[in-house]
């Protein structure tokens, strides 16, 4: 008999997932994603991947690569399908430790085959940005092979290829409840009916906090907030812009203009400005940024692109992004048997779906369990304690490595 496995949540973690467990002939994938196919936080994405980037430590360089890798596969067999620019990416420093991490990014980019040089001379660096101030900077990071996705459409190549898998796919379709008996998932009753199930994979992104109280499970996530905001430059900028990664923010381009956006790394839990617990249904597709954001980011461009400030801003919005304490996603069994989380990728869940939707299917068909499971486990985030209004008091040590 097939394992019947519920999927909630059509991003790009579930999307994925639903890809890797239809490799699996004894597994009946159904996928139910309350809006559209990658509407949620992965419409909002920058969906950056560069091979140089302090966002995921070096620890998960295997989680780096093997996405890295998934995609353009994905897009050399489907051209067009991921909306992958190949745009390079430029990774200033400023100071020691940052210039230790880029220069260990590069030897791990060049062991894997992949182009990466460390410049220290200011013309090569202006080559790339002529008009970067670089006062005080030590050098930069240079990769050409990478760039950026485009996240709702790479969630929508994966959901069509698993479609033609057999895959079911239900759209405007909400999870309601997780049904259980003793503490093992029966099934999913939806806005579309009840379905039985093995195995239900809880991939909702910022609303998973929700989602898991329907089984009784405590998530410790909160939501980051990602404001961006669309600068369209009074005069043409006149050169490729790359993905350009600062310790504190980052730019893309768009079209023509340029994304800019707070670092995922530079977010701090205990500040309120920063972030807290809010209802991602009430977030609006564009708008909503908060003055703080822009300030910041005004003052860092004055430092560093005062060109840049010369611009009209286009576009903004808001997105959530889904962050365990530690800032690491939770994977793998729950108390709950047949309750799988695929949750809090935060600000790297276009870098790391590919290895979670490959590592659960393994676990889920196979009983494997991947080192990245291992290492990411909800229990352990056991020991954390919360003050009365359910803020975070302790925080999980933080193993840099
Ligand atoms: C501004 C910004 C920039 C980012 N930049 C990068 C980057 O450069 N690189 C990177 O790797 N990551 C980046 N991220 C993070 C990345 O986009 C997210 O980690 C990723 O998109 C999360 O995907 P997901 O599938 O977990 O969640 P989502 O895309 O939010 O998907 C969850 C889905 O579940 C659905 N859902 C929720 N509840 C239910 C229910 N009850 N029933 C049915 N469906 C339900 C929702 O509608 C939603 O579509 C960025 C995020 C933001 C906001």
């Excluded at 969630?155 to 698993?162: D, K, P, V």
């Excluded at 005069?235 to 600062?246: A, D, I, T």
Aim: hydrophobic content about 40%; charged content about 20%.
């Amino acid at each position: 008999m097939k394992k019947r496995i519920g999927i909630i949540g059509g991003g790009i973690i579930g999307t994925a997932t639903a890809y890797f467990l239809s490799k699996y002939p004894d597994a009946e994938i159904t996928l139910f994603e309350k809006s559209s196919i990658g509407s949620g936080t992965t419409a909002k994405s920058a969906a950056t991947f560069c091979l140089i980037d302090d966002s995921v430590s070096h620890e998960f360089w295997s989680v780096r690569l093997f996405g890295f890798n998934f995609y353009t596969r994905l897009e050399n067999q489907f051209p067009g399908s991921t909306g992958f620019e190949k745009t390079g990416t430029l990774t200033i420093c400023p100071y020691r430790e940052y210039e230790l991490y880029v220069k260990q990014a590069i030897s791990l980019t060049l062991a894997s085959d992949y182009k990466a040089e460390y410049w220290t001379d200011a013309e090569r660096i202006h080559k790339i940005i002529p008009d970067i101030n670089l006062d005080g900077v030590l050098g930069a990071g240079w990769c050409p092979d990478d760039g950026f996705f485009d996240a709702t459409m790479t969630a929508n190549t994966l959901a069509r290829i698993c479609r033609e898998a057999g895959v079911k796919i239900y759209t405007e379709t909400k999870v309601t409840q997780i049904c259980t008996s003793g503490s093992k998932v029966t099934g999913l009753e939806t806005t579309k009916g009840h379905f039985d199930f093995d195995v239900v994979v809880d991939a909702s992104g910022p609303w998973a906090r929700h989602v898991a109280q329907l089984v009784g499970v405590k998530l410790p996530i909160w939501h980051t907030k990602a404001e961006v905001f669309i600068l369209e430059p009074t005069e043409k900028l006149g050169y490729n812009f790359p993905v350009l990664k600062y310790p504190r923010f980052y730019a893309r381009k768009d079209k023509d203009n340029v994304f800019i956006c707070k670092s995922h790394q530079s977010m701090d839990l205990n500040n309120p400005m920063h972030a807290g617990f809010w209802d991602p249904d009430l977030l609006p597709m564009t708008g909503g940024t908060d003055p703080y954001f822009w300030d910041f980011l005004t003052e860092q461009l004055m430092d560093v692109y005062p060109r840049l400030l010369e611009s009209s801003i286009v576009n903004e919005w808001v997105g959530y992004r889904a962050e365990p304490p530690d800032f690491l996603p939770v994977l793998g069994p729950t108390p709950v048997e047949g309750y799988i989380l695929a949750a809090g990728a935060g600000g790297n869940g276009v870098i790391e779906a590919p290895t979670i939707g490959r590592d659960l299917a393994s676990f889920i068909m196979e009983g494997n369990k991947s080192w990245y499971l291992d290492r990411l486990p909800l229990s352990r985030l056991d020991n954390l304690k919360y003050d009365d209004t359910g803020r975070l008091i302790s925080k999980p040590e933080i193993v840099i490595k």
